[in-house]
C-alpha cells in the first residue's frame, strides 16, 4: 500500500523505505526548537545527561517568545539560562529580544524550517510547519533535551485523516474559519494521537500565511501533526528563504486514512469559538450580543504581515469602541518593520490600538494584556482554556483577524458586515 | 509496582492551564508548581491532596500545552498515577519521559472522588478497595515500557552516552 506524506517523511527519517500507522521508530531530527518557558528544563536535563555539546549547533533553535522583554525577576531568570546556554554551545540560531519573534511565527519566515523537514518543538504549536509540508510536532522538554544530545527522537507513526475542503469561500472567511469549523466539527480530541492531512481545491489555493494558520491549529483537535502537501505556493513562499535544501513529498493516491472528512466551505461563515474549548465553535451570525473588554490581534497563529493587513482593512476609518481595548501584536520583527512601513501602524494608532514588540504576551496570559475577572476578549490566538489570557473567570473567543478587529470596532463580538 | 492511594476525579478536557496556569510558569521549581496543581480545577485541590492519592479523568486528559510543568506538578503534588479514558498525545509522551504512571481506562464514569483503589501496573488491573470491583487497563507498549524500566528517557539515554565513551 502507498503511504501518506507524513508517513513519507517519518519513513526517511528512521532511515527505512517503509512505515505503517503504530510502528515506533528512532527518527532524525532536522530541527529541535525550544523556548523560554521549556527550554530552562530541557538545558537541565541536557547537563546532567553528560553530553557536552548538543548534536548540531545549526539545528538546535531557542526563542525566549514567551515572557520576553523579560516580564518579572523569574522570566528573566529563565531567560538568561537560554541566553547562557546559547553563548556557551555557540547556537546559530538564538533569537533574543529584537531579533525575537513569536517562534512558530519567525522560523517559516527565516527559512528555517522547510519542506520535507521532521521538526521536534517543545511546544505545542509546533505542528504550524506542516503547513509547509514538513513533519512538525510538539514535544515535552526532556524529548527536546534528550533530541539536543543525539538529534533523535522516538515516536510512533500516527495514522491519518484526511480533509478535503471545496467549494467557494464566502467573503472574509479564511484559514482560521475552515481550522475552527472543523475541530467544531470533530472535537478537541476528534484526531487524537494522529495526523491531519488538509487538502481539496481551497487548500490548493491558500496562501501561505492561511496554510500555517490551519496546520496551527492542529493540535487543537489533539492531532500529532497538520500537514499540507507542498506546492508551487509552497515553492514561491520557501525558495527565497531556505537556509538548507529541502523536499516535496506528497501522498501515495493509494495511501491509507483512518477517517476521510469533506467539507463544502460554500456552508462555512467567520466561525468564532466561544469559551473555553476551542471546539465551541459557532458561525458568527448565531454569536448574539457580547460585549468585549479585550480585542487582541497577533499569536503565532494569526500575527503574520497578511493578518495585520486584513484587521487594518477593516479598521481603517474607524475608532476602536470606547470600553474596548484593541492590543495588536506583530508576531516578528519582519512583521513589525513591514507594517509600520505599510502605513498601518497609523491605521491602528489613529483608531486607538495599542502596538506591542513581538511577543507571545497575552496568548497565554503572560503579559501586555492579562485579563481581569469577568472580562471578555476576542483574539486570534488559538485556545481559549480556563484562564488562558488571565483571571480563571475570564472570557477568551477565539476568530480571525478580519472578525478581531469588526468586533474592536464595534465593541462587541460582530464581523466586518456589520461595519 | 503498585500503588494504592484516594480518588481524585475529573471530567473531559482537562487541559494544562487548569493542571497548572500558565501565570505560574515562570519557574520550573517543582515545589512551587506543586502549590498551584489543578488550581483552576479545584482552588483547594493542593491543600486538599495527600502522597500516593491518584487522579482520575475522563477524556482527552493534558489536553494543550507541551508544558512538563503539568507532570511535573503533578508528580510534585504526590500524585501516584493517572487514570484516564485517554490522555493527550504530548501529556501522554511528557508523563513516560518523565516517570509518572499513567494508565488508560474505559470505565473511569465509575470512579468518583473520595474512592480508594490499588493498581498493579505489571497487570495493569485495577482494584477497588471498598466494593472489590476491578477494572482492566490498556496495557503499555513494550518500548515505553523499556523507557520506564530505564527510569525516564533521559536515563536510558545518560546510559547509552557512558556506554560510548567506555
Ligand atoms: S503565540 Fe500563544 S500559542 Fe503561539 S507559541 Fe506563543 S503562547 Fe504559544
Known amino acids: ?419 | 509496582m503498585k500503588t494504592s492511594g484516594k480518588v481524585w476525579k475529573f471530567g473531559d478536557d482537562i487541559d494544562t492551564d487548569l493542571i497548572i496556569p500558565a501565570r505560574y510558569l515562570n519557574t520550573s521549581d517543582p515545589e512551587e508548581l506543586a502549590k498551584h496543581c489543578m488550581e483552576d480545577a479545584d482552588p483547594k485541590f493542593a491543600d486538599k491532596v495527600s502522597e500516593s492519592d491518584i487522579i482520575v479523568a475522563e477524556n482527552n486528559f493534558g489536553c494543550g500545552s507541551s508544558r512538563e510543568h503539568a507532570p511535573i506538578a503533578i508528580k510534585a503534588a504526590g500524585i501516584s498515577c493517572v487514570i484516564a479514558k485517554s490522555f493527550a498525545r504530548i501529556f501522554y509522551r511528557n508523563a513516560f519521559n518523565m516517570g509518572l504512571p499513567i494508565l488508560e481506562c474505559n470505565e473511569t464514569d465509575q470512579l468518583n472522588t473520595g474512592d480508594s483503589l490499588s493498581v498493579d501496573f505489571d497487570t495493569g488491573m485495577i482494584t477497588h478497595q471498598q466494593t472489590g470491583n476491578t477494572y482492566k487497563t490498556k496495557p503499555i507498549p513494550v518500548f515505553m515500557q523499556e523507557l520506564i524500566q530505564s527510569g525516564g528517557l533521559m536515563n536510558h539515554i545518560r546510559k547509552k552516552i557512558q556506554n560510548n565513551q567506555a
Not at chain 1, 43 to 72: C, M, Q, W
Not at chain 1, 157 to 172: A, D, H, M, N, Q
Not at chain 1, 200 to 209: K, Q, R, V, W
Not at chain 1, 211 to 223: D, K, P, Q
Request: aromatic fraction near 6%.
Open chain 1, 1 to 419: 500500500m502507498g503511504m501518506t506524506l507524513t508517513e513519507k517523511i517519518l519513513a526517511v527519517h528512521a532511515g527505512t523505505d517503509q512505515v505503517k500507522p503504530g510502528d515506533l521508530i528512532n527518527a532524525r531530527v532536522d530541527i529541535a526548537l525550544g523556548n523560554d518557558i521549556t527550554a530552562p528544563i530541557a538545558i537541565e536535563e541536557f547537563k546532567k545527561s553528560g553530553a557536552l555539546t548538543v548534536f548540531d549547533k545549526d539545528r538546535v533553535i531557542l526563542v525566549p517568545d514567551h515572557f520576553v522583554p523579560n516580564k518579572d525577576i523569574k522570566s528573566a531568570m529563565q531567560a538568561k539560562i537560554l541566553r547562557d546556554f546559547a553563548k556557551e554551545q555557540g547556537l546559530t540560531y538564538f533569537f533574543d529580544a529584537g531579533e525575537m519573534g513569536v517562534e512558530h511565527a519567525l522560523l517559516p519566515e527565516k527559512g528555517l524550517v522547510l519542506p520535507g523537514d521532521l521538526v521536534i518543538g517543545a511546544d505545542s504549536h509546533t505542528c504550524t510547519y506542516g503547513g509547509l509540508g514538513a513533519f512538525a510536532t510538539g514535544v515535552g522538554s526532556t524529548d527536546l533535551a534528550a533530541a539536543m544530545v543525539t538529534g533523535e527522537v522516538w515516536l510512533k507513526v500516527p495514522e491519518s485523516i484526511k480533509i478535503v475542503f471545496s467549494g467557494t469561500l464566502r467573503p472574509w472567511v479564511e484559514g482560521k474559519d475552515l481550522i475552527l469549523y472543523t475541530i467544531g466539527k470533530i472535537g478537541v480530541d476528534g484526531a487524537l494521537y494522529m495526523a491531519m492531512e488538509f487538502t481539496g481545491p481551497i487548500i490548493e489555493t491558500l496562501p501561505m500565511a492561511g496554510r500555517l494558520t490551519i496546520a496551527n491549529m492542529a493540535i487543537e483537535a489533539g492531532a500529532k501533526n497538520g500537514i499540507i502537501s507542498p506546492d508551487t505556493i509552497t515553492r514561491d513562499y520557501v525558495e527565497q528563504r531556505a537556509v538548507r535544501d529541502y523536499t516535496f513529498f506528497s501522498s501515495d493516491p493509494d495511501a491509507g486514512y483512518a477517517q476521510v472528512l469533506e467539507f463544502n466551505v460554500n456552508d462555512i461563515e467567520p466561525q468564532v469559538a466561544f469559551p473555553h474549548l476551542p471546539e465551541n465553535t459557532r458561525g458568527i451570525s448565531e454569536v448574539g450580543q457580547i460585549i468585549i473588554d479585550q480585542v487582541v490581534i497577533g499569536s503565532c497563529t494569526n500575527g503574520r504581515i497578511e493578518d495585520l493587513r486584513t484587521a487594518a482593512k477593516i479598521i481603517k476609518g474607524h475608532a476602536v469602541a470606547k470600553g474596548t481595548r484593541l492590543i495588536v501584536i506583530p508576531a516578528t520583527p519582519y512583521v513589525y518593520r513591514t507594517a509600520l512601513k505599510e502605513g498601518l501602524f497609523d491605521i491602528f494608532l489613529d483608531a486607538g490600538a495599542v502596538i506591542s514588540p513581538p511577543t507571545c504576551g497575552p496568548c497565554l496570559g503572560g503579559h501586555m494584556g492579562v485579563l481581569a475577572k469577568g472580562e471578555k476578549a476576542v483574539a486570534t490566538t488559538n485556545r481559549n482554556f480556563v484562564g488562558r489570557m488571565g483571571h480563571p473567570e475570564s472570557e477568551v473567543y477565539l476568530a480571525s483577524p478580519a472578525v478581531a478587529a469588526a468586533s474592536a470596532v464595534l465593541g462587541l463580538i460582530g464581523g466586518p458586515d456589520q461595519l
